[in-house]
Structures are given as structure tokens and as C-alpha cells.
């Protein structure tokens, strides 16, 4: 991906070709891509992107049937969205 220097588009290419895998039931190279989106675009991706990576992450490890390692996919998704919370609750404070 560093190649077309743009990691999140990368990232985002990565994630619907992840979710056309899925479709085709192919769980553990649907698991591989989300997991190379996020390592690939980590730099780039806003809160919004690494919440949704992850929450994809937790979802196929569920399918997989890896319940610690869904559980710290959903644990980092739960983390990003507290952070976005106290940010929201800051910025309205500051208005």
C-alpha cells in the first residue's frame, strides 16, 4: 500500500474486498484483509475508520470461533468510542 501512498484508500480497498470475501464464506482471508487494512493505513485512518476496522475484526473472530481475541477487538472499539465521546463532551464544553 505505501507504494500509492495513500494507506487509508489502501485500507478502504482492503475492507470491501474483506467484505465480498465474506460473501463468498471465506472467513480466514476475510479475517487476513481487515487485519492488513488496519496495519496498513494505522497512520492515516480517522477514529471513525480504526472503530469500524476493529469492530469488523471482532465480528470475524466471533465467526471464527476466537473469543479473547474478538473480545480485545471489541475492547479497542469500545476504547476509541469513549475517547470520541470525552473529545465530543470537550468541544461542546469549550462552545
Not at 24 to 39: I, S
Not at 68 to 95: F, K
Amino acid at each position: 500500500m505505501t507504494e500509492a501512498k495513500d494507506q487509508a484508500l489502501g485500507a478502504h480497498i482492503l475492507q470491501c474486498m474483506a467484505h465480498q470475501l465474506s460473501d463468498l464464506g471465506h472467513m480466514e482471508e476475510t479475517l487476513e484483509l481487515v487485519v492488513l487494512a488496519q496495519y496498513g493505513a494505522r497512520w492515516q485512518m480517522t477514529s471513525a475508520t480504526v472503530s469500524m476496522l476493529a469492530a469488523l475484526e471482532s465480528q470475524f473472530q466471533t465467526i471464527l470461533r476466537h473469543p479473547a481475541e474478538s473480545d480485545t477487538a471489541a475492547s479497542r472499539v469500545q476504547d476509541l468510542r469513549t475517547d470520541q465521546c470525552r473529545r465530543s463532551a470537550r468541544v461542546h464544553h469549550v462552545l
